[in-house]
């Protein structure tokens, strides 16, 4: 079984500051997911990443798959991304990594002050 | 399209009682989740369906845990007898294939039922 280890746990930072989200995993995988959970509960995916690096706005993912690990960066922060954090990976080889079959990080609790 | 639309957003119960939990998911989605978040445990997977079949259950706790999914357009997930346990967010997701690969890359989640277990 894939053990999914993010860090920190928890983490408070200032409107404006360069926040970087870690997270790694024990075995292989096929993709990574990142997901972001809002203080209302309601879950968004953010990411698929199987290599490299995404971008979408403010948000940048990264892996490495050699040493299972990535990382989700969010630049010029601002309260609205105060949220919950989730990394998840994926082992289905079928589905090249899809969705099915994830395994998830207990998550990174970030909250931006104004 | 509405999205993934659960119910009941809350449901409280006695333990011992049966607990159905329902799941309507995006039309023309090919996937459905079943998941779990609890304090302790985070996110857990636990079970899956591709076209209305079950693919993966493993994540099922135990016998009294059931799902099914009749048609495209619902599931239901269902813990009988419930136990204090049992308590938790129930998460139901729906997810398209997607690309050339036909992979389906993104989830799209529901509200939630928050499920309190006495």
């Known amino acids: 079984k894939n053990e999914v280890e993010q860090s920190p746990q928890n983490l408070t930072a200032q409107e404006g500051e360069f926040i970087t989200i870690n997270c790694s995993y024990s075995v292989g995988i096929s993709a990574l997911h990142w997901l972001q959970q809002h203080p209302g509960g309601g879950i968004v995916s953010l990411f698929m990443?199987?290599?490299g690096k995404k971008k979408h706005g403010r948000l940048i993912a990264t892996i490495n798959i050699q040493e299972k690990h990535s990382s989700l960066h969010i630049t010029a922060s601002h309260p609205r991304d105060s949220a919950v954090y989730i990394c998840a990976v994926s082992l289905n080889q079928y589905s090249g990594g899809g969705a099915d079959g994830l395994t998830f990080g207990k998550g990174t609790h970030l909250i931006i002050q104004p | 399209d509405a999205g993934v639309i659960q119910s009941p957003r809350h449901e409280v119960t006695e333990m011992g009682q049966e607990v159905t939990l329902r799941c309507k998911p995006i039309s023309g989605h090919d996937y459905l989740f079943w998941y779990r978040q609890t304090m302790m445990r985070g996110l857990e997977l636990l079970i899956y369906f591709n076209n209305n079949v079950p693919i993966d259950d493993s994540g099922m706790p135990e016998d009294r845990f059931s799902a099914k999914m009749p048609n495209a357009s619902f599931s239901t997930l269902k813990i009988q007898p419930s136990e204090p346990r049992d308590s938790a967010v129930y998460f139901c997701?729906?997810?398209?294939?997607?690309?050339?690969?036909?992979?389906?890359?993104?989830?799209?989640f529901g509200s939630g039922t928050q499920l309190s277990v006495l």
């Open positions: 990443l199987s290599s």
């Open positions: 997701a729906s997810s398209p294939r997607e690309g050339i690969w036909g992979r389906n890359e993104k989830l799209f």
